[in-house]
């Protein structure tokens, strides 16, 4: 028997695996060594009970077989706090344990399905950890194949919810997939044909929302809206809340710019100027319906923020006090109040605010909610909710309280291009964007990455007060870098003045530190983070 976790005194608990057996018989025939492995069917693990084993079992005694997708690693993660690498470790984990021929949002229980929303809020974070170009490419395919003729998209790829039944289509968040997961397939690998293919698709979701909503605003429908964000039982405040009709209509907007986005890419000009004017009508809408001149949004939720400040939907008047908010709400909790939608964005949004710091305080946080309450716990995986293993030991509802649910981890994106510094500058990473942001307490990170011109990596170091900044550039590649905090008098690459080191070119002071360009190549960057005198 197959189990993901033991309760509290240590016993098997399967309640959450709901109607799935998770079971495995062999009988076996005698003769000699006989070998087996199950060829129909896989199964999501983190104990195995075996019962009828003849002799004495011993760990030599089973070998586990990993299984998933043709996807091989391109991407590694490291720094300073060991939690976090274990984070990174659980991320990854839960990729191999659903990228199983289509991504799927958790290949324990009755239901390993190819559920959309997971997907599309995952989807720049398995692009750094695996090379998923040709897994996205069929899916995708898929999407389109199983897109309703009206444009709809189902819950689930493959669609087996949905079939002649009313519902199952249409979710926001969920059907953006059919746009957002085409988007970033061609962010991270740099090629059109992800955008030509699934371009119809992609237009095909946007004119149906438009359908519902001819004036900007998607009011009512079936969504899941912000799913399992954070709840309490607390009467005065029940929890971060955030109206579907909200979330529908930044969807709308979001998935509308990246179809003008990619019509500009593939060279439909008069496509891409119809959706362009048609997300100004959006954004005027939702302004007018969500947002006050004050500068509050929706039910002030972290959600709320999160979503209308990452999508461009409020005017350049508001964003600063927008900004303000969501950090106030931040400081107010001290935690996470996201579910699936808000997730992904939250850490972007605070630290293009500024507030990395909030970034880093979120991060670190070890108790309930956090990304490292579960690690604490003995997580291998990313959970499906942010307390699937309570304080006190019991469970969440276990009619859906899977241990293997890779949503959360999308957090591995900001770890990555954010903490580590290391982004894109253009589509493929033929120019890198190199901008380490450190914060907390902690003295090291590193990302390395296998890009489709070679290796690049950003790694930086901090000891003794002195900042040290490896980097590697590929082939035929360049790099836009910003060296935090540093003076243009007190840096230098590889022992030589910046100002005049080869291979580096446009050195300027800027509010952010110190900014320049490479060619490809290794550099070595070192700066004193404290004045000297």
């Not at 990302?447 to 082939?475: C, F, H, K």
């Not at 005049?500 to 060619?519: F, I, K, M, Q, Y």
Request: charged residues 20%.
């Amino acid at each position: 028997r197959h189990i993901e976790v033991l309760d509290k005194d240590g016993n098997v608990y399967t309640a959450n695996l709901r109607g799935a057996k998770q079971r495995v018989e062999y009988t076996l025939k005698g003769g000699g060594e006989e070998v087996y492995e199950p060829k129909f069917t896989f199964q999501g693990f983190q104990y195995v009970v075996v019962e009828g084993w003849p002799g004495e079992l011993t760990p030599d005694g089973l070998t586990g077989i990993v299984i998933h997708s043709d996807m091989p690693v391109t991407g590694r993660f490291e720094c300073s706090n060991p939690l976090v690498n274990q984070l990174q470790h659980n991320i990854l984990w839960g990729q191999k344990g659903n990228f199983l021929d289509v991504p799927t949002d958790c290949p324990q229980r009755d239901e390993r399905l190819g559920w959309t929303g997971d997907a599309h809020v995952f989807s720049r974070t398995a692009a750094f950890n695996m090379d998923v170009a040709g897994f996205y490419t069929k899916w995708l395919r898929d999407v389109a194949a199983d897109q309703k003729p009206d444009g709809s998209v189902p819950w689930v790829i493959p669609d087996v919810l949905s079939m002649d039944r009313p519902g199952g289509v249409g979710s926001t968040a969920w059907a953006d997939a059919a746009v957002v997961i085409p988007w970033n397939t061609y962010l991270a690998y740099g090629d059109r044909r992800v955008l030509e293919i699934q371009y119809p698709s992609m237009k095909a979701w946007v004119d149906y929302v438009h359908s519902k909503a001819p004036d900007g605003l998607w009011m009512g429908g079936t969504h899941f809206g912000d799913w399992l964000a954070y709840a309490t039982t607390q009467s005065d405040y029940p929890g971060a809340t955030t109206s579907k009709d909200l979330i529908a209509t930044a969807f709308f907007g979001f998935s509308t710019d990246l179809v003008a986005r990619a019509a500009r890419v593939l060279g439909r000009d008069d496509d891409a100027r119809q959706y362009e004017e048609l997300f100004r009508t959006i954004s005027g809408a939702f302004q007018r319906e969500f947002v006050t001149a004050t500068g509050r949004v929706g039910e002030n939720t972290q959600t709320a923020y999160a979503l209308a400040l990452e999508f461009g939907l409020l005017p350049e008047a508001l964003r600063a006090e927008a900004e303000r908010r969501l950090a106030a709400d931040v400081e107010a909790f001290g935690h996470i109040t996201t579910g699936f939608v808000g997730t992904s964005y939250l850490p972007f949004v605070l630290t293009r605010a500024g507030r990395v710091d909030l970034v880093y305080r979120l991060l670190d946080r070890t108790d309930y909610p956090s990304w490292l309450y579960p690690v604490t716990k003995g997580a291998t995986t990313i959970w499906e909710r942010w307390d699937g293993l309570k304080p006190d030991g019991s469970f969440q509802d276990p009619g859906m309280n899977s241990f293997n649910h890779y949503a959360y981890g999308a957090v591995g994106d900001w770890m990555v291009r954010v903490m580590a510094g290391l982004d894109q500058a253009e589509p493929g990473y033929r120019r890198l964007l190199v901008h380490p942001q450190p914060g907390g307490a902690y003295t090291n990170a590193s990302a390395t990455l296998e890009t489709m011109y070679g290796t690049a990596s950003s790694a930086w170091r901090l000891e003794n007060d002195v900042m040290t900044l490896d980097i590697v550039v590929p082939p035929n590649a360049s790099a836009a870098v910003v060296l935090p905090g540093a003076a243009l008098e007190i840096v230098s690459e590889s022992g030589v003045p910046v100002a005049s080191a080869p291979g580096v070119s446009d050195v300027r002071a800027t509010d952010r530190g110190v900014e320049l360009s490479t060619g490809s190549g290794t550099y070595r960057f070192t700066w004193p983070t404290r004045p000297t005198h």
